[in-house]
């Protein structure tokens, strides 16, 4: 009985030690405190197959630009603690005339701009980073339409934790606008 | 023949005492100068182990000028300020720290009494050489404002009533205790330019500026130039703590509805004690942040890392968005100190901080490296992702990850994480040799 006993404390004692996985979802939660997700856990995995509705090419027209996005799911992804699974996104945009003003199609997935963070309720929150000389970074959130799956929304949420040391660092820096739009644009799946 | 012998023998003789008395008239220029050399300097100052460096140094030179004050005037009892007719005097028991100008001339002030109350400070000066002393009311200013509530402060404290003063012929030796003055540091040069007092006329006399000779004190041999010692960063962060103007911003900042803005806000510091508010860039749908004045004037910043906020749009089940804000200093906000430290040209960057508060906490960096360390170029689009990717994607707290970033990514040397509680409790946060955040307190 006692060798049962104690071979249970130690099992369990190498279970708390285990390395663990949480959700999505759940990497939502713990990226809301400041102790940030615990040491213990080094996988976050998409357990409810919810990146896949964004996976592929989506188009959409905002303030006169066309945009196309182009999301990849990745699996264990990344050289930190943790290994996620998460969308890449790669992005061309054109302006009115059909010039194209920005284009990381090619741009290496170890130093992608726009990569994906965690589920927050319906929304898959993922951030990119722009001409950050202008501090242009920050969260996107993408939602796709109860009523139309091929459909989605998309905006983006400006970081304010920013600093500027020098006027010359970004000389329209009040008339700066930044590539995604602050207000929820919709795409469509192609 | 032999008149002809007789007479170049005389000349030879003549000559050679012409040189002899060239060779000594030089020897005597020679050790004018050196006897020149040796006494125009301050004995008083001549080296750290002097009889006037009573405790081990540490107030040498608020020793020094006391010493002089009181020892010219009992050599000359006739010219000492009247003390019986007026309540005017100098304490003698407390000093600011020393104080350096840019041609490395030391200053220390003195409160300067009427009765119990401080009414001014005297200001004492000597130059690099420690051959040229002053004693004068310095030029009013913020400087010496602050030197003047530092002193009251602490008189107030320990209030000397009449009859207690110290020094002089009958009174007790005075014990000297260093009041830090907020504002002026090591490289600063202090505007200390000889003034009139603000508010009273004293028609007080000081002894003679100028040379070790009126005071008797001649016979330091120059010594060595004395480098000041970099204050440590927790001796800076007490004196930053104690500081009321710089606790008045903490406070404008450290509550709710200022971390709950949507924006930023926060203050630069300058060499001189003056906070400005940091520029809000104007607001535009996209762009938003600080301007920190990129300047050798700036000392330090402080801003907030604002509380999670709603983004304004929620989703189709009507769920508010939230953005969590990173609550710990940036590769950014770093590159903003390091900017500030290269403006250094003593090699002493103790005083300068950048300051973050937030729900978190309030903390600050300081940097502690050398010139060599000196790193910049840490705000571009790269670092942005490098960070931002970091912290979200690593496990552990953000000091971890902050202390890690920085040891790994940014390889930098001589960054000190300090978190400053609201208790007045100083704790420095580094990574020890497991990669773990340890808390190491300052000395009280």
């Known amino acids: 009985m006692k060798n049962i006993i104690l071979t249970f404390i130690i099992l369990l004692s190498f279970s708390c030690k285990a390395q663990s996985t949480i959700s999505l979802e759940q990497a939502y939660e713990y990226s809301k405190s400041d102790d940030g997700i615990p040491e213990t856990v080094t996988s976050v995995k998409d357990i409810n197959n919810r990146l896949n509705q964004f996976v592929g090419i989506w188009k959409g027209t905002y303030g006169g630009k066309s945009y196309e996005f182009h999301f990849e799911k990745k699996l264990n992804f990344g050289n930190y603690s943790v290994k996620w699974d998460q969308l890449i996104g790669r992005i061309i945009v054109k302006n009115s005339s059909g010039v194209i003003i920005y284009n990381n199609l090619s741009e290496p997935e170890e130093d992608i701009s726009f990569w994906g963070k965690n589920f927050q309720h319906r929304s898959y929150v993922m951030h990119f980073v722009g001409n950050y000389d202008c501090l242009e970074s920050g969260d996107v959130f993408i939602e796709t339409l109860p009523s139309n799956p091929n459909q989605m929304t998309l905006y983006y949420s400006q970081d304010k934790d920013g600093l500027i040391t020098s006027q010359s660092q970004c000389p329209n820096f009040s008339t700066f606008v930044s590539l995604l739009p602050k207000d929820k644009m919709t795409l469509t799946k192609q | ?444």
């Not at chain 2, 689009?381 to 490098?386: A, H, L, Q, Y």
């Not at chain 2, 979200?392 to 000190?416: C, H, P, S, Y």
């Open chain 2, 1 to 444: 023949m032999k008149k002809t012998l007789f007479l170049t023998l005389l000349l030879s003789i003549a000559f050679g005492l012409l040189l002899y008395s060239c060779r000594t008239e030089d020897e005597a220029v020679v050790s004018e100068n050196r006897n020149n050399t040796e006494s125009a300097s301050f004995q008083v100052f001549k080296d750290h182990s002097s009889q006037y460096a009573r405790r081990g140094g540490s107030m040498f030179y608020q020793e020094g000028f006391r010493d002089l004050y009181l020892s010219y005037y009992k050599d000359h009892p006739e010219e000492a300020p009247d003390a019986d007719s007026s309540d005017f005097h100098i304490d003698f028991r407390r000093a600011s720290q020393v104080l350096y100008g840019a041609d490395s001339t030391r200053y220390v002030l003195f409160p300067f009494m009427k009765g119990n109350e401080v009414k001014y400070v005297v200001a004492c000066s000597v130059n690099n050489n420690h051959d040229y002393v002053s004693f004068y009311f310095p030029e009013r200013n913020k400087m010496v404002d602050n030197a003047i509530t530092a002193f009251s402060l602490a008189s107030r404290s320990n209030a000397m009533s009449r009859g207690e003063r110290c020094g002089f012929e009958g009174e007790p030796p005075c014990e000297i205790e260093e009041i830090t003055i907020n504002g002026p540091t090591n490289e600063v040069t202090p505007t200390l330019s000889p003034g009139t007092p603000y508010g009273f006329d004293p028609d007080y006399q000081f002894p003679p500026s100028g040379g070790c000779g009126p005071y008797n004190n001649c016979g330091g041999g120059g010594g060595t130039p004395y480098q000041p010692t970099p204050i440590t960063p927790c001796q800076r962060l007490k004196d930053q703590n104690a500081n009321t103007d710089y606790q008045a911003k903490i406070e404008s900042l450290d509550k709710n509805s200022v971390l709950s803005q949507k924006k930023e806000t926060g203050y630069s510091e300058n060499k001189s004690g003056t906070f400005t508010d940091l520029e809000q860039s104007e607001s535009t749908d996209a762009s938003d942040g600080l301007q920190v004045p990129d300047s050798p004037d700036t000392k330090g910043y402080i801003h907030t890392h604002l509380n999670d906020y709603e983004t304004g749009n929620t989703d189709a089940n009507g769920n508010p968005e939230i953005k969590s804000p990173i609550r710990m200093f940036s590769p950014a906000d770093v590159n903003t100190l390091m900017v500030l430290a290269g403006h250094i040209t003593n090699g002493d960057y103790s005083h300068l901080y950048g300051t973050m508060v937030s729900s978190y906490g309030n903390y600050t960096i300081k940097f502690t490296g050398t010139a060599a360390d000196i790193k910049t170029g840490f705000k571009g689009e790269t670092w942005r992702k490098k960070y931002a990717k970091y912290i979200e994607k690593e496990n552990g707290t953000l000091e971890a990850k902050f202390l890690r970033f920085l040891k790994d990514e940014m390889n930098v040397q001589g960054i000190e994480l300090y978190k400053i509680k609201s208790n007045g409790t100083i704790k420095k946060k580094s990574l020890n040799s497991n990669n773990n955040v340890q808390s190491d307190d300052c000395p009280q």
